[in-house]
């Protein structure tokens, strides 16, 4: 599977993962007890299943009902499971803050995020990332990795949306943008603010990409420029992708 053109990058990124986050070694961690009950309160979609957070040392404030984890804090909710140093509740499990290291996977739907910061809600079924956002998908044959300053993942639905010097690498091949939005049930993605996709030696710059990965296809509309590099081209069309 290649990246530019084709760009079947984004099914990947939402479809397949490297394996689950490792929990820091220390002394045994208290807990609290579950609070995902409460997210279907401030939330349209009921969410059954529990969450549950970890941390060595807990500071409660009874007033406003906060908790600050310090110290290899983990939460975790059904097949999702985010590690980082500290972790400060806005609302119970549904809305919390994670600082310092931060790792989130999803092992059933395979989706692996790092970054500085992240600002979970509805019991980690929405995360918004800052810092440097590293999201990771495939085995070591298909390996995919998107980059961004910031970057928003919908858990449930598989969708993650970049911005801000988005990099999409699979193998050789990559593509760079202002935004990305990948819809990984639609196995669709689309990239804006003039991305540029490189294929060595190949190389093509729009306004905007659509790119439809079970179809093969990809549609590149506004200003659109290419460099092409001719005793290459049997490989584009072989493809499919010289659209």
């Known amino acids: 599977m290649r990246l530019a053109l084709a760009l079947a990058v984004a099914g990947a990124i939402l479809a397949e993962s ?4 490792a929990v820091p070694a220390g002394r045994p961690r208290r807990s609290l007890p579950s609070l995902g009950t409460r997210i279907a309160a401030s939330s349209s979609t009921t969410v059954e299943v529990p969450v549950e ?3 060595r040392e807990v500071e409660y404030t009874g007033r406003d009902g906060r908790a600050k984890f310090t110290g290899g804090v983990t939460v975790t909710r059904g097949s999702s499971t985010l ?4 972790l400060e509740t806005i609302q119970g499990a549904d809305e919390a803050i994670a600082r310092g290291h931060v790792h989130f996977v999803d092992g059933e739907r395979k989706l692996d ?3 500085d910061e992240a600002l979970y809600t509805h019991g980690l ?3 918004e990332a800052t810092g440097h956002c590293l999201l990771v ?3 070591a044959a298909e390996r995919t990795e998107v980059t961004a300053r910031k970057m928003e993942v919908l858990v449930e639905t598989r969708e993650a949306l970049g911005h801000g010097d988005v990099r999409i690498v699979q193998g050789q091949d990559e593509a760079l943008c202002a935004d990305a939005h990948l819809f990984g049930a639609e196995n669709r993605v689309v990239l804006t603010g003039r991305p540029v996709l490189r294929r060595p030696p190949h190389e093509f710059e729009c306004d905007e990409m659509t790119a439809y990965f079970r179809e ?3 549609v590149l509309t506004g200003s659109v420029k290419g460099r092409l590099v001719p005793e290459h081209l049997g490989e ?8």
């Open 236 to 243: 584009l069309r072989k493809e499919g992708t010289a659209k």
């Open 113 to 115: 995020l790092v970054c």
């Open 83 to 86: 590690v980082c140093d500290e």
């Open 137 to 139: 998908a495939g085995d």
């Open 18 to 21: 490297a394996g689950a986050a």
């Open 125 to 127: 079924s929405r995360l």
């Open 216 to 218: 093969g296809r990809s």
């Open 53 to 55: 957070i970890r941390g």
